[in-house]
């Protein structure tokens, strides 16, 4: 069965396992007590968890499809003789493949990798924020997406610490129930710690019931799977495909959208610059998505133009 899967799913079968693998690096390096904090620039951080997570990666995914391009947010060299993961996770590589990806090649996927998101939140022990975000794209549209979330129960006796949630369009989605948020009721999640004058004004004019901050656009895209909030608003530069692609399959496969603050998807092909620009405006439902497109304010959408 393993050996005649279509690449893809032996590509996402892989992809879950060796994000749990860098869920394991990651809690390490926290008991371990020494993070390595590098600076690479204001408020971005990146610890040994970030770097070591990300060489497993695509250490791992390098060895299984070499003529795949990976793309990870750490500007590493990477590493001949990472640590082999062997496991691969067999319920998604019995999954039904789309048909469109059936006979697809390594050669034309793009695999997006933040080894790390929330970087910043896991300095500071904020550890539910962080997540392990693993995207595939073909034909520049992300078509199947891994989140792991390490420290997933932390707070409750450590009894099944750690889950794996992935999403494939036109398939499903597995590692947690889709939840909707509540009806008549309009929950933002936005940044954390990068607020600007114009996240602030949009977030006013959407007249949000409460707003949500926490960090990184893996557990921003969680609350939304999960009903916690209606709708991801970041009217700003910052966001990098990385933290996207992942977010975006997972949402699109149960039935929401991703897109920039103007409704436009972001392509993922592999010669894309890595930011996006033009914000990121996601929700779990379409039409809450279509809600919020529609309101954001034009003198908002002229300032993040991503020119
Ligand atoms: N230059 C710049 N300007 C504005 N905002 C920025 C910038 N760089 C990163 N970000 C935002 O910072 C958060 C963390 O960034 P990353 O996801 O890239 O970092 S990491 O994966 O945690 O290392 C993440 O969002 P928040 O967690 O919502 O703040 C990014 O959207
Ligand atoms: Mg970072
Ligand atoms: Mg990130
Ligand atoms: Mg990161």
């Known amino acids: 069965m393993a050996s005649t899967s279509p690449v893809f799913l032996r590509l996402m079968a892989n992809a879950v ?12 390096v926290m008991s371990k007590g020494d993070l390595g904090i590098v ?5 971005d951080p990146q610890t040994e968890a970030d770097r070591r997570a990300q060489q497993c990666i695509i250490g791992n995914l390098n060895k299984k499809f070499p003529l795949m391009s990976i793309i990870g947010e750490e500007d590493l060299a990477q590493e001949t003789n990472v640590e082999l993961v062997s496991d691969i996770d067999k319920e998604v590589l019995n999954l039904r493949c789309p048909e469109e990806l059936v006979n697809v090649t390594e050669e034309d996927f793009v695999v997006w990798v933040d080894p790390l998101d929330g970087t910043a939140e896991y300095t500071a022990g904020m550890l ?12 520049n549209r992300p078509v199947g997406g891994v989140i792991h979330q390490p420290y997933y129960n932390y ?6 610490l750690g889950r794996t949630m992935w999403g494939i369009p036109g398939i499903g989605v597995g590692g947690f129930k889709p939840i909707p948020p509540p009806e ?20 006013e004019a959407l007249k949000p019931d409460e707003i949500l901050r926490v960090g990184g656009a893996g557990y921003k895209v969680m609350l939304l799977m999960e009903g916690h909030a209606t709708a991801y608003v970041f009217a700003s530069p910052g966001c990098k495909k990385w933290d996207t692609c992942a977010p975006e399959a997972i949402l ?14 972001y392509s993922y092909a592999s010669t ?4 996006n620009k033009r914000g990121v405006l ?3 439902k379409s039409d809450d998505h279509k809600w919020f497109v529609e309101n954001i304010p034009d003198e908002v959408k002229q300032l993040v133009q991503g020119s």
């Open 39 to 43: 600076e690479k620039g204001v408020n």
């Open 17 to 28: 396992a060796v994000a749990n693998h860098a869920g394991n690096i990651i809690r390490e």
């Open 128 to 139: 539910d924020h962080v997540t392990v975000l693993i995207g595939i794209a073909h034909k």
């Open 155 to 160: 707070k409750n006796d450590k009894a099944g």
């Open 252 to 265: 699109t496969a149960m039935g929401g959208r991703l897109t920039d603050i103007h409704g436009t998807p």
């Open 272 to 275: 894309e610059m890595h930011p």
């Open 282 to 284: 996601a929700a779990a």
């Open 184 to 203: 008549g009721k309009r929950l933002v999640v936005t940044t954390r710690s990068h607020m600007t004058p114009v996240v602030q004004q949009a977030l």
